[in-house]
């Protein structure tokens, strides 16, 4: 009997560690924080239309890009993505907010993340060293570029009946099992490292192929330099010529007088 009270005691104590931490501990599997950290909103109302929705989003990435870049300044991440808005097949990390606000889940991924960076510089360790799982650590995967929002019922089924909604918002891609990333971790200058495909933004791997610029010098064209006169030259010709004239006009005088 005492055997089965220890456990039942463990069973209750994982399952209450895995409903915690949001996460999975399965490689290659979808992670999920799923917390809520407000303390003024209780409902989940949806108030914002389809067009606010997707200027909230937009705002929202910005904002988490910027919190990206100093992960990556901090940390020296040398090849942190800077996140767009769009799906992909598969999502890595799955953000859920109880309470519908961008900034409730801005809040959610900063928590969490900071918990990650704390105790990684207090061991002197890189993300997820000595966890082949990178258990609850892939909020901060350099090689996520896109992240998608949305609202869903919390209650399965009401459909167009639903009146309290919580917000999800997916980072993708997931890795491919071989394709691991804090198993091959690029460390060193922010941006330093960024795929072929993508250019550095101060700190970030932004999408593009970073550009070339052809620099044409012209060099102006040649001029032939000025003739100089030599006025000493001239002067002294002039002066010559002055002199013989008047010997030519006077000597027939002085011959005459003598």
């Known amino acids: 009997m005492r055997t089965v009270h220890l456990l039942v005691l463990f069973v209750l104590f994982a399952t209450s560690h895995a409903q915690e931490d949001g996460s999975t501990a399965t490689e290659g599997a979808l992670e999920v924080a799923d917390e809520d950290t407000s303390t003024t909103q209780t409902s989940g109302t949806v108030t914002l239309s389809p067009a606010e929705f997707e200027e909230e989003e937009k705002k929202f990435v910005e904002k988490l890009n910027e919190y ?13 993505n800077e996140l767009t808005v769009g799906a992909g097949d598969k999502s890595d990390y799955s953000i859920n ?25 207090q061991g002197n360790t890189k993300l997820c060293e000595n966890d082949p799982y990178c258990y609850g650590q892939r909020i901060l995967n350099p090689g996520q570029k896109t992240i998608k929002c949305k609202y869903e019922c919390k209650e399965e089924g009401a459909g167009d009946d639903c009146a309290d909604y919580k917000l999800i918002c997916n980072l993708y891609p997931l890795p491919e099992s071989a394709d691991l990333w804090w198993n091959k971790q690029t460390n060193g200058e922010a941006g330093s490292a960024c795929d072929a ?25 040649t001029t032939a330099p000025a003739v100089q006169s030599n006025s000493r030259d001239v002067g002294e010709l002039s002066t010559s010529a002055t002199n013989n004239y008047l010997l030519l006009i006077l000597l027939p005088t002085f011959v005459a007088f003598y």
Do not use: Q
């Open 68 to 80: 990206r870049r100093e992960v990556a300044k901090k940390m020296k991440i040398a090849n942190m």
């Open 97 to 121: 907010s109880k309470i519908p606000t961008f900034d409730e889940i801005l809040k959610i991924y900063e928590n969490r993340a900071e918990k990650i960076i704390d105790k990684a510089t």
């Open 197 to 221: 495909d993508r250019h550095a933004d101060n700190g970030l791997c932004a999408d593009g192929a970073p550009t070339t610029t052809t620099t044409t010098t012209v060099k102006p064209p």
